[in-house]
């Protein structure tokens, strides 16, 4: 039998992390022949309700679960793990500048950095989902000098996920006849859904929705406009759609994505087709390098690559420069708070 794997989630107690943890022991996450030992980091006051979580891990007897343990010492818990999920963050409070936000994150993040420079093991492998992603991930790494940058992404998965749906509707065609969709830049509004290399049942996708192939009007006003009013603001902002309907965040649906995003990047993407996530910029397609931002991205050999060579149309070009631009002022906020 295989050697369990250490998998460490922050934000235990939160409404992601209950729908993560029985996934990730099942089996969905590594596969059906990957022991995991769980590490759960909460806060003080939530640590009981991390207990309450474990015991009802127990009571599954899922035949991978190794073990659970709960801490709320941020060393502990990355002691010997292989895969970080950091769900845990803090959230957006009322009256809250985004420099605040970003700082109190800082102080979240800057920490764990460093206690999985220090405590993880060497193949570590760091999923931030906790918003703000792209940026709490930037800060995390800057304090793990010691881990190659390339570990440490950020969850755009559920963007992802969210535009392959909306467009398989659009299309009435199904979720797995849609390959090569896109998400650039950094997981927040500005976001940018690309269709423009995408296929739905192998042809091209804004050929089959009457798309002009430069994203210009053109003569098919209507399905631009179904592109500009409907697709691109639907996905960006279906967060805050389900908040209005459930009156509480995503949880499931985010919990899903996180599990896609390592199943993926440790077991590899299916040929013929590729995801997205937010990954160290290498400089390409223009996105300042260093940026934690999504990007087409196959996994091979348990590496993700950013899928190289693809042409970018000036109506994506707008879009990606816009939301790269917010995650370098993001970076730049950081930078002068002193969290990276
Ligand atoms: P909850 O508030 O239900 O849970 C968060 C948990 O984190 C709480 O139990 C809290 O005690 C814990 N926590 C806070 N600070 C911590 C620390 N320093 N160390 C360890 N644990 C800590 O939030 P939930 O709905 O689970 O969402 C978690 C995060 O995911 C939020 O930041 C949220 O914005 C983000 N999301 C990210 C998404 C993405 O696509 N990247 C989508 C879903 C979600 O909105």
Partial sequence: AKAPVTVTVTGAAGQIGYALLFRVAS????GPDTPVRLKLLEIPQAVKAAEGTAMELDDCAFPLLDGVDI????????DGTSVALLVGARPRAKGMERGDLLEANGGIFGPQGTAINEHAADDVRVL???NPANTNALIARSHAPDVPPERFTA???LDHNRALSQLAAKAGASVTDIKKLTIWGNHSATQYPDIFHAEIAGKKAADVLGVAPDGSGGAAADDHQWLTEEFIPTVAKRGAAIIEARGASSAASAANAAIDHVHDWVLGTPEGDWTSAGVPSDGSYGVAE??????PVVSRHGRWEIVPGLEINDFSRARIDASVQELIDERETVRSLGLI
């Fill in 155 to 157: 969850m755009t998965r």
């Fill in 128 to 130: 931030v989902v906790g």
């Fill in 71 to 78: 801490t709320d010492d941020t060393n502990r818990a990355f």
């Fill in 290 to 295: 260093g940026l934690i931002s999504s990007f």
């Fill in 27 to 30: 089996g969905q996450m590594l």
